[in-house]
C-alpha cells in the first residue's frame, strides 16, 4: 500500500514538474500576442487604407469607401519616377505633400455617396477613383 502511495506521489510531484515546465516553454507566443494587438487602436474610430505611389501610380487605384465614414489614407510615394509628388481629392481642399518613402496620414469622410476622382496636381493626370456608397 505504501509503495502504492510513493509511486502515486512520486507520479503526482512529476506531474507537477511537467505542468510547471510547460508554461516555461509557452511563454514565448505570449510575447507575440501585444505585437498582433498592437495595430487594434489605430484602427478603432477611423479605418485605415494604405495605399502606394509607384511607376504605375496609385496602388490600389480604386478604393471602396462608405458615406459617413471616417477614413485615413497612408499613402507613401515609394518611386521618384512618377509625377505624382502630391494627392489631391476632387472638390475638397485636400492636397497632400508626398515626400519619398515617408507616410503622409490624410484623413478625410466622405460626404455623399458617388465616384470621386483623385490624383496627381497636374490635372490628375495620374489618379485612382474613390468609390463611395
Ligand atoms: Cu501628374
Redesign the pocket.
Known amino acids: 500500500m505504501r509503495t502504492t502511495f510513493i509511486i502515486l506521489a512520486v507520479l503526482a510531484v512529476t506531474a507537477c514538474k511537467k505542468d510547471e515546465a510547460k508554461p516555461a516553454v509557452v511563454a514565448p507566443p505570449p510575447v507575440a500576442a501585444p505585437v498582433v494587438e498592437a495595430p487594434k487602436p489605430a484602427v478603432t474610430g477611423t479605418r485605415s487604407i494604405e495605399m502606394k505611389v509607384t511607376e504605375d501610380g496609385f496602388q490600389p487605384g480604386n478604393v471602396t469607401l462608405k458615406k459617413g465614414e471616417p477614413v485615413k489614407f497612408i499613402v507613401t510615394r515609394v518611386t521618384d519616377a512618377t509625377?505624382?509628388t502630391e494627392l489631391l481629392i476632387a472638390d475638397t481642399d485636400i492636397k497632400a505633400e508626398l515626400p519619398l518613402n515617408k507616410p503622409v496620414e490624410i484623413a478625410w469622410t466622405p460626404t455623399k455617396a458617388g465616384q470621386v476622382k483623385f490624383g496627381?496636381?497636374?490635372d490628375m493626370?495620374?489618379s485612382g477613383m474613390l468609390l463611395v456608397e
Open positions: 509625377c505624382a496627381c496636381a497636374m493626370m495620374v
